[in-house]
């Protein structure tokens, strides 16, 4: 059983340049989400979806896009990009629980350095 | 501003020594998860609270609810280097936060033999 896969995990790129992160996951979670990480910061949400079709802004949506075709995947791309988006990202899913989001499962992590 | 407020934020300790991590908020969450997180790996959660005052053990590590469901705490008895990782407490609470989870920054604990 995989859980969350995330790829790539390492990625260097030039200002401007756009790419794509993949994730999937085959829990059959409805609700995903993308993260990323910054010493000091603790994680912060970029986007997230409660399911196919839906998609919904975090605390920093700023220079990033994502969709949702099917339950399994949720693609997040960065459009320029630009140094400040040098981290760590990571995807999670969930199936609620305890009345709200429930426990996260978490891919591996993606790390990006733009240069 | 965090809306989860995470104390220490690094802790460098002795194996066989006990620690206590807090996280604070002013805002009530229908439950907190605490996650922990080594080198190179996503987080795992550990346990997830959501009684008020609700106190759970997993092996070494005693996790408390506060009674308003504002706040917890994560104690480690005799701490071991396995310990050693990244400690994120998170806050739940679809009423109030709509579908996020909102993170601490985190605790750094290392643990040396």
């Known amino acids: 059983n995989a859980g969350v896969t995330q790829t790539p995990k390492f990625q260097v790129l030039k200002t401007g340049q756009s790419m794509t992160l993949q994730c999937a996951q085959d829990?059959?979670?409805?609700?995903m989400s993308w993260y990323r990480q910054d010493p000091g910061m603790g994680l912060r949400l970029i986007h997230y979806?409660?399911?196919?079709?839906?998609?919904d802004q975090g605390e920093v949506p700023n220079g990033y896009n994502v969709s949702r075709s099917t339950t399994e995947d949720f693609p997040l791309r960065l459009l320029s990009a630009a140094p400040s988006q040098t981290s760590v990202y990571f995807c999670a899913s969930s199936r609620p629980g305890h009345g709200g989001i429930g426990e996260l499962f978490f891919g591996e992590g993606s790390r990006l350095t733009v240069l | 501003t965090q809306l989860l407020e995470q104390s220490p934020q690094f802790l460098s300790i002795q194996e066989g020594e006990n620690l206590t991590v807090y996280c604070n908020s002013s805002s009530v969450f229908s439950s907190l998860q605490w996650y922990r997180q080594e080198p190179g790996e996503g987080p795992v959660l550990l346990v997830t609270v959501v009684t008020g005052g609700e106190v759970k053990k997993l092996k070494r590590l005693t996790f408390q609810f506060g009674d308003a469901r504002k706040d917890s705490s994560l104690h480690i008895t005799a701490a071991q280097p396995g310990d050693t990782g990244l400690y994120l407490c998170?806050?739940?609470?679809?009423?109030?936060?709509?579908?996020?989870?909102?993170f601490g920054a985190g605790t750094i604990l290392r643990v040396k033999s």
């Open positions: 998170a806050g739940d609470g679809k009423e109030e936060y709509g579908n996020k989870l909102v």
């Open positions: 979806s409660v399911g196919a079709g839906i998609t």
């Open positions: 829990m059959n979670h409805e609700y």
